[in-house]
């Protein structure tokens, strides 16, 4: 432990929250704001949470502003929910928006989905993790995605999304696995070199996750 001004801080809180709280200070210029220009960044664990409606942001996670790519949407968009709940000053300001997007596809390797280590992430600040990451992660696993349930959302811009994608279960939470097995499934239906309606299979897969994701964060708030 050590202590500076009479705050007693632990090694581990010292270095993570220096960590995210130097991150966050970093304009897009490169500037680094001093540490009173910010709020005060929470030991992992303790980030602050409150109840989102998960239809709508599972939904704001079709193009959530300045992410990219599963990890960084599902994230961003739970991020978004929360600053727009919590309101302004909420520390949650203070986090890379895009910070998800180091899953992107499953990171180098094409392992495990973004859509879900993002948000397991994001329930690992709030202190959700150990309580909702393996039933999190068992549910990507036996869910035939993607739902159908935002066939008929209207994005903002771009073109509407595809309807009644073909479905198929993973049973694993990597990628290569989840992408490769609805792949065989949309060739076998619709012949092999067909073309793919764009990128909608994980656009929806990212909306059905982070819907999931919110569901389970509201639930372990209310204490279920």
Known sequence: MKKSQGITISRRNFIAGGILGLVGGISMEGTVF??????????IGSWPYTPLDPVEIGRSAWS???????GGKSFGA??????SALGPGSVWENIPINLGMFGNGGGPFNQTCGAIIAPYLLMNLVGAGRALGKPFYEWYCD?????NEWDTYIPPSGPLPSKNLVQTVAGSTLCSVSRGIWQKEYFSVYGEGATEPRNDRCIKLVCDCVKKAVEMLNDWK???
């Not at 739970?78 to 600053?83: A, S």
């Not at 869910?143 to 739902?147: C, E, G, K, T």
């Open 34 to 43: 001093p540490p009173s220009a910010m709020a005060e960044i929470p030991a």
């Open 64 to 70: 959530p502003p300045g992410c990219e790519g599963c």
């Open 78 to 83: 739970i991020v978004y929910g929360l600053r």
């Open 143 to 147: 869910f035939p995605f993607p739902s």
């Open 222 to 224: 209310a204490g279920a």
